[in-house]
Nanobody
Framework: QVQLVESGGGSVQAGGSLRLSCTGS????????MGWFRQGPGKEREAVAR????????YYADSVKGRFTISRNNAENTVYLQMNSLKPEDTAMYYC?????????????????????WGQGTQVTVSS
């Protein structure tokens, strides 16, 4: 079955950096778009970044543009989220997710594209 396992969360001061990793198994990792999402205290879950199956195209939420970078290594079945210049408002549980279906045209970067397999999450806490 599809499994996604995140790691790399932790506590950091504002301005610091963290790198999240997510390893997928139980499916052909290289054929699916992947995404990072987050849910802060009292907030709804939001998409942070998405990446196409080959890594050639990406999407970022406005709130993280210029600070976060999503990337993937298909040989290692892993997607990453490099987070720099962290702010207290970045505090959240971060989840990686897999697109519901294979999609080759980049439509998976759209906010309406479904992501249906989720990891257990990794906590990121940024203190001021």
């Amino acid at each position: 079955q599809v499994q996604l396992v995140e790691s790399g969360g932790g506590s950091v001061q504002a301005g610091g950096s963290l790198r999240l990793s997510c390893t997928g198994s139980g499916y052909t990792f290289s054929t699916y778009c992947m995404g990072w999402f987050r849910q802060g205290p009292g907030k709804e879950r939001e998409a942070v970044a998405r990446i196409t199956y080959g890594g050639g195209s990406t999407y970022y939420a406005d709130s993280v543009k210029g600070r976060f970078t999503i990337s993937r290594n298909n040989a290692e079945n892993t997607v990453y989220l490099q987070m720099n210049s962290l702010k207290p408002e970045d505090t959240a549980m971060y989840y990686c997710a897999r697109a519901r279906v294979v999609e080759w045209r980049g439509n998976c970067l759209s906010p309406t594209f479904e992501y249906t397999y989720w990891g257990q999450g990794t906590q990121v806490t940024v203190s001021s």
